[in-house]
Nanobody, 127 residues
């Protein structure tokens, strides 16, 4: 298992930017498929962006062109660059890791049931 700790959330105005970080320990991120998910009270946890071991990425439609997911194996850290933020982007952002996807296709990177290691989350509020 890998332990994940997120940071970088905060309150930002509409149109602003944030960069979320997820530091991993206990194992190297290079061995994992990883993703960012958003949790809003009363709603199901939804996939925001995912990155495969080979660097392939997948984004939720509403995030395309505004968010960029990246992984730094040397720093053992997952990032999410968030630009042009909107009020509907508000939520708790959690990072997750999985040693493999069960099935084919990068769309699986946004499926929360594929992941078994989760961080505690970092809150993002856009107003």
């Amino acid at each position: 298992d890998v332990q994940l700790v997120e940071s970088g959330g905060g309150s930002v105005q509409v149109g602003g930017s944030l960069r979320l970080s997820c530091v991993a320990s206990g194992d190297t991120v290079g061995r994992y498929c990883m993703g960012w998910f958003r949790q809003v009270p009363g709603k199901a946890r939804e996939g925001v962006a995912g990155i495969d071991k080979d660097g392939s990425t997948r984004y939720a439609d509403s995030m395309k062109g505004r968010f960029i997911i990246s992984k730094d194996n040397a720093e053992n850290t997952l990032y999410l660059q968030m630009d042009c933020l909107k009020p509907e982007d508000t939520g708790m952002y959690l990072c997750a890791a999985a040693t493999r996807m069960y099935g084919l296709g990068v769309a699986l990177l946004l499926d929360k049931y594929q992941y078994n290691d989760w961080g505690q989350g970092t809150q993002v509020t856009v107003s």
